[in-house]
């Protein structure tokens, strides 16, 4: 089953601008993790933040995450038409011990203009 | 350090056959996941071995099965082809732990006829 839903489900802007992407879940977790992909191809992880991490900034990239509403958004500043991609969340189903199951939402289609 | 390889990248069958898919996960990694994703389901959890166990599985049929060696690597087999196992599968590699990053492969494009 899907636990994040990702909104908008396609995004276009122009170069140099910023996008944000927003992902609901449904239950408890530890982390919450961003994926990109292009077309066809693999996942890339593009960044983690945990449970008790309100704000989580790498290079371009910016991730929120607010438990108490079960959603996180990702911001790419100064986009770039490489960005181009689907960008996924992530999260792992909370509680203690093994397992790496991550379970994704839908994704959000993003598409940068030049 | 070599990527998660996944081979092969395409490949084509028709109903009924049977297919393996194999995974060579990150070196020092213990775990592979697989998933699988399609236009419209996304992407869907199908099952993660750890030391050669599997520790999880998702809603699949039997149909669907793995098994990892003590080197890690790791195949998964899909009997009786159904038209919808169409699909990207991708397997991932981490240490184990849940919630962690995980290093994707680039996937196998199954197509069935």
């Known amino acids: 089953s899907q636990q994040g839903e990702e909104d908008p489900q396609a995004l276009s802007i122009q170069e140099g601008e910023n996008a944000t992407m927003n992902c609901s879940y449904k239950t408890s977790i530890n982390n919450l993790q961003w994926y990109r992909q292009n077309s066809g191809r693999g996942l890339v992880h593009l960044i983690l933040?945990?449970?008790?991490?309100r704000e989580k900034h790498s290079g371009r990239l910016r991730v929120t995450l607010d438990t108490s509403k079960k959603s996180s958004s990702l911001l790419i500043t100064a986009s770039r038409a490489a960005d181009t991609a689907s960008y996924f969340c992530a999260t792992d189903e909370g509680g203690r011990g093994g397992s790496e199951k991550l379970v994704f939402g839908k994704g959000t289609k993003l598409t940068v203009n030049p | 350090k070599a990527g998660v390889t996944q081979t092969p990248r395409y490949l084509i069958k028709t109903r009924g056959q049977q297919v393996t898919l194999s995974c060579s996960p990150i070196s020092g990694h213990r775990s592979v996941s697989w998933y699988q994703q399609t236009p419209g389901q996304g992407l869907q959890f199908l099952f993660e071995?750890?030391?050669?166990?599997?520790?999880n599985k998702g809603n699949f049929p039997g149909r669907f099965s793995g098994r990892q060696f003590s080197n890690s690597r790791s195949e998964m087999n899909v009997s009786t082809l159904e038209l919808g196992d169409s699909a990207l599968y991708l397997c991932?590699?981490?240490?184990?732990?849940?919630?962690?990053?995980?290093?994707f492969g680039s996937g196998t494009q199954l197509s069935v006829l």
């Open positions: 933040i945990r449970s008790n991490e």
């Open positions: 071995y750890f030391s050669e166990t599997q520790r």
């Open positions: 991932a590699s981490g240490h184990g732990n849940r919630g962690e990053k995980l290093i």
